[in-house]
């Protein structure tokens, strides 16, 4: 029976836990990027933060797709490493760490800076407090308080109650004209150029700094994730968009410019809006409602960030020592200490300057937005190729199956000796074996209608937008590419050695793909759990490839479930050392006879089997002779058997594409 976790529904979420959660990290960007963005644009702040708001929404749309593609989690991290390779998805990762590294550092010292509203003597020691805060943050995960949905409903609740509550009281003390002439006085003195255009431009993403938080979210959501995602990020869409745009066009137009202008103040702008609005009671509720959402930002970003580094662990790109738990608590307090203690380093470098942490910020998180775009652009695609090629699929006329490429004969089960397989056996004609071959899903050109289509060419355009962002603050911020890029190439060289060691053993890391795709004519290797006949499979697909691709199924023995985490990374691949000894022989092989190869894993269960024949389509199955009865569908007489030193192997049999 499956083990329940502490809390049921603190392991599936709903779509308004779900919003919690993410509102609870971007709901805290409006605290501090007014302030920031002020410094690099003036008072076109608020104009920016509007126009980047069209390419939030487009960039929610595909974060939603995201979330029901990849249940496992892991972002940028699992798409980059599907849709492209293994590589780009630990890139992926090291961008990600400095984005969740960032989110502490800035998160906390802004939170500090807003508690000092309240208590104005710990403003010269808010860098003091910072790190100590982070400190503390680090024991509560390693003593296992880590994140609860329930704690960041209450938290995503208040704050987002007294965002509107400021804005009300805002509108309460402008007239229609007064609101309207704001629009007019953000470009008051600024000349629209070209460079301005783009540094605003890419700027502004700050103001989004936390979507990236709903991927992580996938094994913990409630089914069906496509809906429960979907309407999770309506929520942030609708919520941010009501609240981010006009906080920052009133924060920095209403303040006086000495205020919005001032370093230290800069950081607690919209404490200070309510202050002016409505008097010391809001300034002191906005005040403690936003350091109490910011520090928890920042925990969620340690969460986030130890769960990243165990996950890369586990793909052996960083030392296992990441994945050691502490035997009292059950913790990973390795990955926790670096979790904890790296968002130190950038505070201590910018001595705590706000502004240059939201420089530094901006490097990987307009990295993973790119990776993660490019991804999914990369994986539709490849869809839509799969179903060009399925509409367009057409059958040979009849003919003798032995008559095909490949190794078409079978074993005479009394002599053991090859002959053909008689013709007299098959059925009459091509349609009754056609008729018994599952219909690819690609079939019928669905991919490639009107929609998704339209979906297709705007998801590039969302791509475009955000690399060109992306390489804006490339060249715009000199620091923040310093910083981020040294911290790139410092994780992958560590990854680089870490693989590499691995790969000296016989037991390869192996990357395995969670999306079957259309394959006609390709090599399906069926293996199974400490089965004697994995290796004889393994050789005899790759003998037999004769230059198609060969994909490796593992059928894993069903696990325990274990009530997966907020922000982790659950895949049960990387818990099943079985699966990942045999993927690493077959990859060990593969590459002496370079063979193109994919790997996928699936928990064993009914019709386990078909549900990959339905979308792969292979031309080859090969399958223990004892589990071949777990096939169904497949005419006898598609069947041939090889005799190995270990035992049968069954070929099962399809007809390709011409």
């Not at 690399?467 to 490339?474: D, E, G, Q, S």
């Not at 593992?554 to 659950?570: C, D, F, N, S, T």
Request: with cysteine.
């Amino acid at each position: 029976m499956a083990r329940r976790g502490d809390d049921e529904g603190e392991r599936r979420l709903d779509p308004l836990l779900c919003w919690a959660v993410v509102f609870a990290d971007i709901g805290t960007s409006v605290y501090y990027v007014p302030g920031i963005l002020y410094g690099n644009v003036g008072s076109l702040a608020g104009f920016f933060v509007f126009m980047t708001t069209s390419v939030f929404v487009l960039l929610a749309l595909k974060y939603a797709e995201v979330v029901h593609r990849f249940p496992q989690g892991g972002g940028v991290v699992t798409v980059a490493a599907q849709a492209m390779n293994h590589w780009v998805g630990a890139l992926g990762g090291m961008f990600i760490l400095v984005d969740y590294s960032l989110t502490a550092a800035i998160s906390c010292l802004s939170g500090m800076l807003y508690f000092s509203v309240v208590v104005p003597a710990l403003e010269p020691f808010a860098l003091m407090a910072t790190i100590g805060t982070l400190v503390l943050l680090g024991v509560l995960n390693w003593l296992g308080v880590s994140a609860s949905a329930k704690v960041s409903l209450a938290a995503a609740s208040v704050a987002f109650l007294s965002d509107v509550a400021l804005l009300l009281t805002v509108f309460s003390h402008l007239s229609l004209s007064q609101f309207l002439s704001l629009f007019p006085r953000m470009f008051a003195g600024h000349a629209l150029t070209p460079v301005t255009i783009l540094i605003g431009f890419a700027g502004s993403f700050l103001a989004f700094s936390g979507l990236e938080s709903i991927s992580q979210l996938s094994p913990v959501m409630k089914t069906p994730r496509r809906r429960v995602g979907g309407i999770a990020l309506a929520l942030v869409v609708v919520t941010i968009g009501l609240t981010s745009p006009l906080l920052t066009m009133f924060s920095t137009l209403l303040l006086p410019g000495n205020v919005v202008g001032d370093p230290v103040l800069s950081s607690q702008l919209v404490s200070l809006l309510g202050g002016q609005s409505g008097g010391m009671v809001l300034q002191t509720e906005v005040a403690l409602s936003a350091s109490a959402l910011l520090v928890f930002a920042a925990n969620t970003a340690i969460i986030g960030a130890y769960y990243v580094f165990m996950a890369l662990a586990r793909m052996q790109f960083f030392p296992a020592i990441l994945l050691q738990r502490n035997k009292r608590r059950g913790t990973p307090h390795y990955s926790i200490l670096l979790a904890t203690a790296i968002p130190v380093i950038p505070l201590l470098v910018t001595d705590g300057k706000v502004g240059l942490l939201g420089d530094m910020y901006a490097f990987g998180l307009l990295a993973a937005f790119t990776l993660t775009c490019l991804g999914l652009d990369i994986v539709r695609h490849r869809e839509r190729r799969a179903a060009r090629a399925a509409r367009g699929l057409a059958y040979p006329a009849a003919e003798p199956l032995g008559d095909r490429s490949g190794p078409e004969t079978r074993r005479d089960e009394a002599a053991g000796a090859i002959a053909p397989p008689s013709s007299t056996e098959l059925p009459a004609t091509v349609d009754q074996l056609k008729a018994e071959i599952p219909t690819s899903p690609y079939a019928g050109g669905t991919m490639l209608g009107s929609w998704h289509t339209f979906k297709f060419y705007i998801g590039l355009l969302t791509t475009a937008l955000v690399f060109i962002a992306w390489t804006t603050n490339l060249v715009a911020k000199p620091l923040a590419t310093a910083f981020g890029g040294s911290v790139v190439i410092v994780g992958m060289s560590i990854a680089y050695f870490s693989y590499a060691r691995n790969m000296r053993g016989e037991r390869l890391p192996v990357v395995i793909t969670h999306g079957e795709m259309y394959l006609p004519g390709s090599t399906l290797a069926v293996l199974a759990p400490e089965s004697p006949l994995n290796d004889s499979i393994i050789r005899s697909a790759i003998k037999n490839a004769g230059g198609r691709t060969v994909v490796f199924l593992y059928l894993g023995a069903v696990q325990a479930l274990r009530g997966p985490k907020i922000l982790e990374v659950h895949d049960p691949y990387y818990d099943d050392e079985g699966a990942k000894k045999t993927f690493g022989r077959a990859e060990l092989l593969a590459r002496e006879s370079r063979v193109k190869r994919l790997y996928l894993y699936r928990q064993a269960g009914p019709h386990s089997i078909e549900r990959v024949l339905n979308t792969v389509h292979p031309y080859d199955t090969l399958i223990a002779a004892d589990e071949v009865s777990q096939v169904q569908g497949v005419h006898p007489d598609l069947i041939r058997y090889e005799d190995t030193p270990d035992g049968r192997i069954a070929h099962v049999r399809e007809f390709r594409a011409p």
